[in-house]
């Protein structure tokens, strides 16, 4: 096989791997990232992983693309010298790949601090909401900043009704085990612990039905331990608030 | 120039020792017991493997009801469990106690009796927790991780067998771990120093370390578990962070949990990966330096199996910073692996497929090791599908790429036969299609937001991602089925082994397929460590 020969399998070969994974981001946008996120806490996680999953799909075309070429290239074939050359290591190469990594990653982390309010910090007017968790369902009680809703505890335990636009305060608490609430367009999941309070919150910034389970397993009915979160208008809310009792 | 089939090593004496049932279940000589320590683990491995197949049956489409969520729930629980601590833990012992002392040059373990008695423990401590499959109400049902308060609240005694097991199987790793410490650092032939011991026999040394230090704490943790549940304690109740507790106890010996597999494999692959690329270890010092560094670095980063807990944000910094620390010595074992392949001669023999194989998928389990430390995103995709695809890329890789590498590189030392090279590497392939199919869909099945542990789903979206899982999971298990039918069969067809088939580097290769009783006739000047490659290129220099 001659040089030129030999450069032009490269290049066909290199086009193969690369040309698919340009096309593929655009097919796999849903299957290869969280939910669409649907308000500030879900979209910062939705940032962060897209920065996380970037950099290392890079350093996993760069690193197996290294592995896979040096297992072509320098398979054993007859005609070669049986005894390659003996090196026993590289100290430049090898602080190379030591410090190269921890940049990467004092970079990943300086994005993550740079992102992080938007996924921890409720704002200070937010509704708050009670969550109750039991095996096996979720039910809700509004608190603070939720007008005419507050102290009130819905009928329809699985279902959470808010207003659009609205922050939303989770307090979450347990009552027979731990469990976990877990809605992946809204924002971090949460666990609830049996005598502990946590809390997590998000926004949505439309409106719509947004679905998710626990995430902690309970026990025999954890699988179908659903969680509906219904986003509503402003007047809609006001409306459903009134409503009740 | 050196060539091939030089420096054969002096015929040993081929006396097999006494043979039939009494002589295997009364043995205490080291290969016997690694062999043993191989079957017991092996069958686990099939075990669990087979209660993946039915998690994998039951999940195959949206609300299917093959099987009962309680059944699922036992399955699930007894999968992990088995495939954690019977089968990849104790693997590493077979393989530790096989070849170590034949690496290092010595006659036998330091404490064969002790030895002897950690096999049988384990055997023990697997029946028991297995026996809650036919009595006491059903085996356990709390997961692996057994979080309170659901395991204190599980009716029957399933869990406390669990419980009662999980001891037995522990003073077994933690009697051997004290064998393999005393065996490395006291048993060594002349002229074998810490710094030219195989880097199989670093990693056992740290592994068992480690387990000495992280053991204990499962046993503490489990102790207060079953008081608590038998005897009215209350260590975790609710209102006192009880439960909270137990997982951080759980986790703080859980994550070393995670290296104590994962080193050994590693130890696997810088052995195969020399002798097949015709090279030395690209960096032999730099690979016994970030061993020890994952091994001390495992123990700090637990928390960040809990960030979902309602940890404090310094708290999940810290855990984030040293998850992500851990790795960058993960990443210097990769590079050099690939720096001894590179400018080699690399033959592709089935262990060196394995081999190949492990670095490409544990690089993808630890690429998204990064993702899951970083705890903003883990506080999406953790319990969910991503992270089961994660710890499957992790800890799924080392025992079916090396685990099974070891096993094609070192099966023909402990029988005396090869085995049959064709189907060597066809099972190879039919593994890693099989492992790729199972759990590359389930990074998706996460991000679309299925959690872990469900007995059944009705979100139809993920109906093709499962699909394409439970297809690859019986790929998967066709390929341990070969693997198993070509161990079985070269026993009687395999070509008689050679003392040394690969033109391997260390002392176990010196000596006969399989060896005597007392192990060497002889041994060589040990000088590097690589002692038959200096015998092969002394041997040249002198005919030249």
Known sequence: MTVAHRLRTLVAAVTAVVAPLMLAPAALADTATPENPAGPASHAIDDIYRAVIGTTMVIFILVGGWLVYSAIRFRARPGRPIDPPQMHGSSRLEWGWTIVPVLILVGLAGYTFHKLPDVKNAPSDSMVVSVLAQQFQFSYTYGGNSGAAQGKTPSTATTLVVPENTPVKLEVHAKDVAHDWWVPALGPKVDAIPGQTTTTWFRADHTGTFHGQCSEFCGVGHATMAITVKVVSASDWRTYAGGLK | MVTEAVATPPATGHAPGRTGFWSWVTTVDHKRIGILYLITT???????????????????????????????????????????????????????????????????????????????????????????????????????????????????????????????????????????????????????????????????????????????????????????????????????????????????????????????????????????????LFGYRALVYATVAIGFLAFLVWGHHMFAVGMSTPLQVWFMLTSMAIAVPTGIKIFNWVGTMWMGQIRFEPPMLFATGFILTFLIGGLSGIAVATFPVDLYVTDSYFVVAHFHYVMGSIP??????????????????????????????VLFVGFNLTFFPMHAMGLSGMPRRVATYTNTDWNVYNQIATLGAFVLGVGVLMVLINCLRSLRYGRIAPADPWRGNTLEWYTSSPPPPHNFDSLPPIRSERPLDDLRREAAAARA
């Open chain 2, 42 to 280: 092996l069958f686990f491995f099939v075990s669990g493997g087979l209660m993946a197949l039915a998690m994998r049956i039951q999940l195959e489409h949206s609300s299917n009801n093959v099987i009962s969520a309680d059944s699922y729930d036992r399955i699930f629980t007894m999968h992990g469990t088995t495939m954690v601590f019977l089968f990849t833990v104790p693997v590493m012992a077979a393989f530790g106690n096989y070849v170590v002392p034949l690496m290092i040059g010595a006659r036998d373990m330091a404490f064969p009796r002790l030895n002897a008695a950690s096999l049988w423990l384990l055997l023990f401590g697997g029946i028991v927790m297995y026996s809650g499959f036919v009595w006491g109400g059903g085996a356990a049902d709390a997961g692996w991780t057994g979080y309170p308060p659901l395991s204190e609240q599980s009716p029957g005694h399933g869990i406390d067998l669990w419980i009662v097991g999980l001891h037995i199987v522990t003073i077994s790793s933690v009697i051997g771990a004290i064998n393999f410490i005393c065996t490395i650092h006291n048993m060594r032939a002349p002229g074998m120093r810490l710094s030219r011991i195989p880097l199989f026999v670093w990693t056992i040394d740290v592994y068992a370390f480690m387990i000495v230090l992280a053991l204990p704490l499962l046993s503490g943790a489990l102790t207060m578990l079953l008081l608590d549940r038998n005897y009215g304690t209350s260590f975790y109740a609710a209102g006192h962070y009880g439960p909270i507790l137990y997982q951080h106890l759980f986790w703080a010996f859980g994550h070393p949990e995670v290296y104590i597999v994962a080193l050994p494999g590693f130890g696997m692959i810088s052995e195969i990966v020399p002798v097949f690329s015709r090279k030395p």
């Open chain 2, 400 to 429: 079916v790429f090396a685990v099974l590498g070891g096993l094609h590189y070192w099966y023909p030392k402990m029988t005396g036969r090869m085995l049959d090279r064709a189907l060597g590497i066809r099972s190879f392939w």
